[in-house]
């Protein structure tokens, strides 16, 4: 009895060691149940990049989505690097599909904005016809502001400004989690903000002129 729990404790101890691409292989060759280890592993990761990209109800919703992609693309990875890095590729790309599904209908409800987006905020709207906006609008206010105005951008240009300005990504990394050159990302970084900024002062503008 105590060699057989012996064994047991062994084969628990190596799952738990396994490396990405052992695992990889397991669920490649037909052990569909070892994805759940992935799944475990990375969980966080995907949670944390999809909090940060789409609207509150809809995270679970697309982190779903997500592993079943990463799933059923399990075949074509070839360990050509780092099996977390290419999980988020994956997810931006979704994130990015689910903006591009979201404005066909055209009907987008607001989001509630995380931390990162309201210092976006703060430095978009540095302007002194911004600041003298600030100066009577309440916090919830400006929150809807921009992300009505976020609403508004593209869903490329939208996940750029977020790569970029938001989270200060380096431009080669937010190129490759894309999967566009440097320098379409450049090109778009510098578009989008200045789309934004044109968003956000015509909305004050005129919003200024009502009061």
């Given at each position: 009895?105590?060699?057989?729990?012996?064994?047991?404790?062994?084969?628990?101890?190596?799952?738990?060691?396994?490396?990405?691409?052992?695992?990889?292989?397991?669920?490649?060759?037909g052990?569909?149940?070892?994805?759940?280890?992935?799944?475990d592993?990375?969980?966080?990761?995907?949670?944390?990049?999809?909090?940060r990209?789409?609207?509150?109800?809809?995270?679970?919703?697309?982190?779903h989505d997500?592993?079943?992609?990463?799933?059923?693309?399990?075949?074509?990875?070839?360990?050509?690097?780092?099996?977390?890095?290419?999980?988020?590729?994956?997810?931006?790309?979704?994130?990015c599909?689910?903006?591009?599904?979201?404005?066909?209908?055209?009907?987008?409800?607001?989001?509630?904005?995380?931390?990162?987006?309201?210092?976006?905020?703060?430095?978009?709207?540095?302007?002194?016809s911004?600041?003298?906006?600030a100066?009577?609008?309440?916090?919830?206010?400006?929150?809807?502001?921009?992300?009505?105005?976020?609403?508004?951008?593209s869903a490329?240009d939208?996940?750029?400004?977020e790569?970029?300005?938001?989270?200060?990504?380096?431009?080669?990394?937010?190129?490759?989690?894309?999967?566009?050159?440097?320098?379409n990302v450049?090109?778009?970084?510098?578009?989008?903000?200045?789309?934004?900024r044109?968003?956000?002062?015509?909305?004050i503008?005129?919003?200024?002129?009502t009061?």
């Amino acid at each position: 009895m105590m060699h057989r729990l012996c064994i047991i404790d062994d084969m628990r101890e190596h799952t738990a060691n396994e490396s990405d691409v052992e695992i990889i292989n397991r669920v490649v060759h037909g052990d569909a149940d070892a994805f759940e280890r992935l799944m475990d592993r990375y969980q966080n990761r995907v949670f944390a990049i999809v909090g940060r990209r789409v609207l509150r109800m809809d995270v679970e919703e697309v982190a779903h989505d997500i592993f079943v992609r990463a799933y059923l693309s399990l075949p074509s990875y070839r360990a050509k690097g780092d099996f977390g890095s290419w999980l988020s590729k994956i997810s931006v790309r979704a994130c990015c599909d689910y903006w591009r599904e979201r404005y066909r209908g055209r009907e987008r409800p607001m989001s509630t904005l995380t931390e990162d987006q309201m210092k976006l905020l703060e430095r978009v709207t540095s302007e002194a016809s911004m600041r003298a906006h600030a100066d009577r609008a309440s916090l919830a206010e400006a929150r809807e502001i921009l992300a009505w105005a976020l609403d508004r951008l593209s869903a490329e240009d939208r996940a750029v400004l977020e790569l970029v300005h938001i989270e200060e990504r380096p431009v080669a990394e937010a190129a490759e989690l894309l999967g566009r050159s440097v320098a379409n990302v450049k090109v778009r970084a510098f578009r989008s903000r200045r789309k934004l900024r044109a968003i956000l002062e015509k909305l004050i503008a005129e919003r200024g002129g009502t009061k």
